[in-house]
């Protein structure tokens, strides 16, 4: 129904800057809110930041505030996380998430659809 698909990982050292993408298709038009979560090896995955579709309050995780931003197109088909200030714990594989219904508010639970994720490395 959605399908996601993230890219613009890579490696970087750390204070360095790193765009990521996520390119929608499918239903788009049932999605409420996207969203970027990031799992590092042997950690739970967590979430980083998210947008809804109603109006634009971001939601950010403390640890990513003031450095990333999350930011889309009208029609919730590309979706972006522009990650500046780069710390060597940012390192993790980032995946895209989306949300069916209709939020005002970013839920990070709520998150029920996801691409498969783009590999950040960062080192000092």
């Known amino acids: 129904q959605v399908q996601l698909a993230e890219s613009g990982g890579g490696s970087v050292q750390a204070g360095a800057s790193l765009r990521l993408s996520c390119a929608a298709s499918g239903r788009t038009s049932s999605i409420g809110a996207m969203a970027w979560f990031r799992q590092a090896p042997g950690k739970e995955r967590e979430f980083v930041a998210g947008i809804p579709r109603s109006g634009s309050r971001a939601t950010y995780a403390d640890s990513v505030r003031g450095r990333f931003t999350i930011s889309g197109n009208g029609a919730f088909n590309t979706v972006y996380l522009q990650m500046n200030a780069l710390k060597l714990e940012d390192t993790a594989n980032y995946y895209c998430?989306?949300?069916?219904?209709?939020?005002?508010?970013?839920?990070?639970?709520?998150?029920?659809?996801w691409g498969q994720g783009t590999q950040v490395t960062v080192s000092s």
């Open positions: 998430a989306a949300a069916r219904g209709s939020f005002t508010v970013v839920v990070p639970g709520t998150f029920n659809t």
